[in-house]
């Protein structure tokens, strides 16, 4: 194994600067003193030595214990003055006995410092910190010793011999003296890899990660200076490798041993899946505190050389891994192959994913087409998704594998002129998911995480777009969702799902805000509705972000308890928010009426029109056409339409069947239906085709844009020719309506040509 190279590649920075020769002598220059010793005679005999180092001694402990901050500029002019004199007058043996004072200061100086990781030994984070905290201090003040004098190199050479040992390198040596002869090496060394066991049980974390990095780069200066060449100095990479990973290599050798035969498949798995976790802890710190490539290297080096002998039994299995959901052992797999072998175990290992893909897959598409099949590929692929994410890391090849698979018979059509169903049936399951009462909103959100990711193949996404803002307007206009969180919920999803420009999603979310107004209003007006006899309630809806196109926002004349409801509810909401203006839309209104004049009481539920009209018979029995039109002045079309749903229900009889001045109107006494509560339908029946024509225009323009006026004609009659038969009057209106709607836009240079609009 080529640790030992891997660990001599590192680069780590040095923090000294770097040392020039005859630096000791700045020990000479840090205080005033200088100029006292010059002043003395004789200094160059032996009986003075000791006096004029009592004059330094107490001024370079204070400037090591960081009391005292570099000298001035000034003062450093004067040093460097003082320190010429000296040198011309001083002798080697006064030389050497600065020397020795230095490093036994300074030896002396680093003893303290380890006496105060006394009772550390037992808490590793506590003790590597306070060495890179101790080491930095020790740095900082040798470089503030060494900043004082910077004398002329000419002075350097005195009496044949050139000093080359400055503070730097002094400082250097008394560190690496202590750490050898106080076994503080033994101490740093054990609280090192205290830290990777922490790391390799789950425990790491960035403040663990930074001590051990910082820790090592002060190792690589202690142990690899250029001085330290003696016979028996040890390097930076023997003790790496001594002290760090051979306690480490061990761990995976104990491993092994455990099974030292295999016999089964859960044996292999075993100690692959241990060997795999242990690697993947080691490359954390191993990456963290040295390199990337020193990483990689160790965990080929370590995977190559224990998983070998497993392989054949594994690769063997692999069937069943996958068969077993045996998702941890897969992960381990992938990891491993991502770091040895030429590639061939990693084909093997995403062939067999294919082919499972694609059994599952026929498998599904073999069922008869519908809500069924949509839902069961769509949970395949989130399954499928999650597997790649989880176990094969996001692997993009596996990922167009999946796609490639599913998305063809996800959106897969029923008929060459038919539209694919996916999408809408696709909507249809998350709005079902939303109103579902037996589940708790956090398993709702589990069950749209199983179907959401398969909205990202989608070919028809606006389809799908459309028909789920319809449905969302729906629950929140109805007041049949869940809760507003959970519609906040899957609304934030939509993004991780590729679901949903950004113009739905602004929608959807003004939707949300409108009920979260309605209701806080509604709360202040129920609280101040003085005793009304019903129940009322109002919905705000922004007309730019609710998909309702069919509104009337003409007056209709009300009269009673309803309009007294109507203002007072304008009233409060004008009060808290009078930047916003209240148009009413009748025809998407609702209340509820009680009748009791036929057989048995019934509760019809019917829109603010259709109430207002048989409100207008609590007093007549008959009334007539024009009566009606002139009463509430509802526009003629709109009456229209909605007497024709009142005729249709059966509520109403009309005299003749034609809606004109002449037709009268009277109560169907002999009213009766199977159910108490009664739906009255808004738009009558052949109102219902009129919309099926819309959307049929806008598919077949969706797959044949751009088209002429004639083929899309002809194209819509074939598609609804099993229903109905289409109008050419009908078409061309729906076909205009679609345009001023923005399904549709017309092509510039010639209006009978028709182009399907993308926003």
């Not at 069924?372 to 399954?383: G, I, M, R, T």
């Not at 829109?607 to 509430?632: C, P, R, S, V, W």
Request: negative net charge; charged residues 25%; glycine residues 4%.
């Amino acid at each position: 194994m080529a640790l030992l190279g891997a660990a001599s590649s590192i680069s780590l920075h040095r923090p000294f600067e770097a040392s020039g020769k005859g630096e000791f002598f700045e020990l000479l220059s840090i205080t005033q003193s200088l100029k006292k010793i010059y002043k003395m005679e004789n200094t160059t005999n032996q009986s003075n030595f000791e006096d004029i180092w009592a004059l330094i001694e107490p001024d370079v402990l204070t400037i090591l214990l960081s009391k005292k901050s570099v000298a001035s500029n000034r003062l450093k002019h004067s040093m460097n003055s003082t320190i010429r004199k000296i040198l011309r007058k001083c002798d080697q043996e006064f030389i050497e006995f600065i020397y020795e004072k230095a490093v036994d200061v300074l030896l002396d100086h680093v003893r303290n410092i380890m006496t105060s990781f006394c009772g550390m030994e037992n808490d590793c984070c506590l003790f590597v910190s306070n060495f890179n905290k101790q080491w930095a201090l020790f740095k900082k003040t040798c470089n503030k010793l060494a900043q004082l004098h910077k004398p002329t190199e000419g002075l350097f050479f005195k009496w044949g011999c050139y000093w080359s040992m400055g503070i730097h390198n002094i400082g250097l040596i008394a560190w690496h003296d202590a750490m050898t002869k106080e076994d503080f090496q033994e101490y740093l060394m054990s609280a090192l890899m205290d830290l990777v066991h922490k790391i390799r049980r789950g425990e790491q974390n960035k403040e663990i990660l930074n001590d051990m990095t910082q820790a090592l780069e002060n190792l690589s200066v202690i142990y690899s200076t250029e001085f330290l060449n003696e016979p028996g100095d040890i390097t930076y990479e023997d003790l790496l490798l001594e002290e760090l990973f051979e306690p480490v290599m061990q761990t995976y050798d104990e491993i092994e041993d455990i099974y030292s035969e295999i016999n089964e498949l859960d044996d292999a798995l075993r100690i692959m899946e241990n060997i795999v976790k242990l690697c993947r802890m080691d490359k954390v710190w191993i990456e963290a505190v040295f390199a990337e490539d020193v990483a990689n290297s160790f965990s080929s080096d370590i995977l190559e050389a224990y998983f070998e002998p497993l392989k054949p039994t594994i690769l063997r299995n692999l069937d069943r891994l996958f068969e077993e959901d045996r998702h941890e052992a897969l992960s381990s797999l992938y990891f491993i192959f991502k770091y040895i072998n030429d590639g061939v175990d990693m084909e093997k290992l995403t062939s067999k994913f294919d082919s499972i893909v694609q059994s599952e897959t026929n498998e599904i598409a073999s069922k008869s087409a519908g809500t069924d099949v949509v839902e069961a590929l769509a949970k395949l692929y989130s399954k499928m998704c999650n597997m790649i994410k989880t176990i094969f890391r996001g692997d993009i090849t596996f990922l167009d594998m999946l796609k490639k698979t599913v998305a063809p018979i996800l959106n897969q059509k029923t008929g060459p002129n038919s539209p694919c169903t996916s999408p809408e049936i696709l909507a249809k399951l998350l709005d079902n998911l939303m109103r579902k009462e037996d589940l708790a909103e956090s398993e709702i959100m589990e069950e749209l995480d199983r179907i959401g990711p398969a909205y990202q193949i989608l070919l028809e996404k606006d389809f799908f777009e459309r028909f789920h803002i319809l449905l969302t307007a729906k629950r929140l206009r109805q007041k049949i969702h869940r809760s507003l969180k959970l519609e906040e919920g899957l609304l934030q999803r939509l993004p991780e799902w590729e679901m949903g420009d950004l113009t739905l999603r602004c929608n959807i979310k003004a939707m949300i805000e409108d009920v979260q107004i309605s209701n806080k209003v509604l709360e202040r007006f129920n609280t101040m509705k003085n005793g009304f006899g019903y129940v009322f309630t109002a919905q705000v809806m922004k007309s730019q972000a609710w998909p309702i196109h069919s509104t009337d926002n003409t007056k209709i004349e009300l009269s009673g308890e309803l309009k007294v409801a109507l203002d007072k509810y304008e009233s409060i909401h004008n009060h808290f928010y009078n930047d916003r203006k209240l148009i009413w839309n009748y025809l998407h209104s609702t209340g509820e009426i009680q009748i009791n004049y036929s057989n048995k009481p019934y509760l019809l539920s019917m829109n603010t029109y259709q109430m207002a009209i048989m409100l207008l018979f609590e007093k007549n029995n008959h009334l007539g056409f024009t009566d009606i039109k002139e009463t509430l002045t509802i526009p003629e079309e709109t009456l229209v339409d909605q007497l024709a749903c009142l005729v249709e229900s059966k509520l109403l009889f009309a005299h003749p069947m034609v809606f004109n001045d002449t037709c009268q109107l009277s109560l169907n006494f002999e009213y009766s239906d199977a159910k108490t509560r009664v739906q009255i339908p808004s738009i009558p029946a052949h109102r219902e085709e009129y919309f099926i024509v819309k959307a049929a225009i806008v598919r077949f323009t969706k797959r044949n844009s751009p088209i002429c006026q004639d083929k899309l004609l002809s194209g819509v009659r074939k598609m609804l020719e099993d229903k109905f038969e289409l109008e050419i009057p009908v078409f061309e209106q729906a076909t205009a309506e679609l345009v001023d709607w923005k399904y549709l836009k017309n092509d510039l240079d010639d209006t009978k040509m028709y182009i399907y609009y993308v926003p």
